[in-house]
């Protein structure tokens, strides 16, 4: 069973930074891209920043130049370094991951539980 497993949320003030994490769990055969979303309320979730297989990112316009997304491969885990935060970023922080799980012959899809980043004076 392939589970993420989410931290680093919080409150911080505008202007300040926050580091987000995301372990991933369970047999995994093959990981082909890993992400962060985020979402506020009556919103659709929406792309902050993905990393493909080969460490290749891509970002939303929205937070080019603030955030950046790496992985750590040995540890299987996600990253999210969050700088120059505005109230604007405010929203629930989701990890996703798309991975070949073993016993499985195909993707899958998979979510974190989401982490709260509230960022106000």
């Known amino acids: 069973q392939v589970q993420l497993v989410e931290s680093g949320g919080g409150l911080v003030q505008p202007g300040g930074s926050l580091r987000l994490s995301c372990a991933a769990s369970?047999?995994?055969?093959?990981?082909?891209?890993m992400a962060w979303y985020r979402q506020t309320p009556g919103e659709q979730r929406e792309l902050v920043a993905v990393?493909?297989?080969?460490?290749?990112?891509n970002y939303a316009d929205s937070v080019k130049g603030r955030f950046t997304i790496s992985r750590d491969n040995a540890k299987d885990t996600l990253y999210l370094q969050m700088s120059s935060l505005e109230p604007v970023d405010t929203a629930v922080y989701y990890c996703?991951?798309?991975?070949?799980?073993?016993?499985?012959?195909?993707?899958?899809?998979?979510w974190g539980q989401g982490t709260q980043v509230t960022v106000s004076s």
């Open positions: 369970g047999n995994i055969l093959a990981i082909y891209a």
């Open positions: 990393i493909n297989s080969d460490g290749s990112t």
């Open positions: 996703y991951l798309n991975a070949r799980p073993a016993g499985v012959p195909y993707r899958k899809h998979y």
